[in-house]
């Protein structure tokens, strides 16, 4: 049962051009989204993150989305520049119980920036 | 943001020998670590979640007298794959999460080969 999901394996985006990766969820007991990027080799780096209690958060040239209703959030990247390139996870934890502080990932969407 | 080391970061061993892997967290108190695992072109697996000083917890489908996890200091765990096979070959990554967090931070990873 994949509670998060990453519907889009691959993105590619123009240098400059706004990059939009998707995340969607089932479980509504989640409340605190993150998103991390990731190259080939390393540990995920975080990048943002949101309480479910908010619907936006910005930090620099990243955005991230929250929409509650619809069980979906995105990662906004304005402007894309080619050092973004990588593969973006995003996950999900609730502070409940023995769950508490535990990561869902999703599979990744890898974005290719071209120059 | 903080800084999560992870050593070795990659490692050849023969079958059947045991391998320790640590994580430290060099600039927080990590209160709470987790082991992941990722296959190729696969999300991150979480294996166990360990709190200092206490039992490790594993997720459902992970030996924990194959993966031994020790969590003796607020800085440092540890990950031993016992006995290693060629099927436990794989990329182990470690996170860390400090008192009231929801935000982990990822070590770079070790890649395992077995032999």
């Known amino acids: 049962d994949q509670q998060v999901k990453q519907n889009s394996p691959s993105l590619s985006v123009q240098e400059g051009r706004i990059s939009i990766l998707n995340c969607d969820y089932t479980?509504?007991?989640?409340?605190?989204f993150l998103w991390y990027k990731k190259y080939p080799a390393e540990g995920p780096t975080f990048l943002i993150s949101?309480?479910?209690?908010?619907d936006k958060n910005e930090d620099g040239r990243f955005t991230v989305f929250l929409n509650k209703s619809a069980k979906h959030l995105s990662l906004h990247i304005v402007p894309s520049q080619p050092g973004d390139s990588a593969v973006y996870f995003c996950?999900?934890?609730?502070?409940?119980?023995?769950?508490?502080?535990?990561?869902?990932f999703g599979q990744g969407t890898i974005l290719t920036v071209h120059p | 943001g903080a800084v999560v080391s992870q050593h070795p970061s990659w490692v050849i061993c023969k079958s059947g020998t045991s391998v320790k892997i640590e994580c430290r967290s060099l600039?927080?108190?990590?209160?709470?670590m987790f082991w992941y695992r990722q296959f190729p072109k696969q999300s991150l697996m979480l294996m166990a979640t360990?709190?200092?000083?206490?039992?490790?917890?594993?997720e459902q489908g992970v030996e924990k007298d194959k993966f031994l996890i020790n969590h003796a200091s607020l800085t440092l765990s540890t990950l031993t794959v016992t006995s290693a096979h060629p099927e436990d070959s794989s990329f182990y990554i470690c996170?860390?999460?400090?008192?009231?967090?929801?935000?982990?931070?990822f070590g770079a990873g070790t890649r395992l080969s077995v032999l």
């Open positions: 996950a999900a934890s609730y502070a409940g119980g023995t769950s508490y502080g535990k990561l869902t």
């Open positions: 360990s709190n200092e000083g206490s039992k490790a917890t594993y």
């Open positions: 996170s860390a999460t400090g008192q009231g967090s929801n935000i982990q931070y």
């Open positions: 949101i309480s479910s209690i908010k």
């Open positions: 479980n509504s007991m989640f409340d605190y």
């Open positions: 600039d927080f108190q990590a209160t709470t």
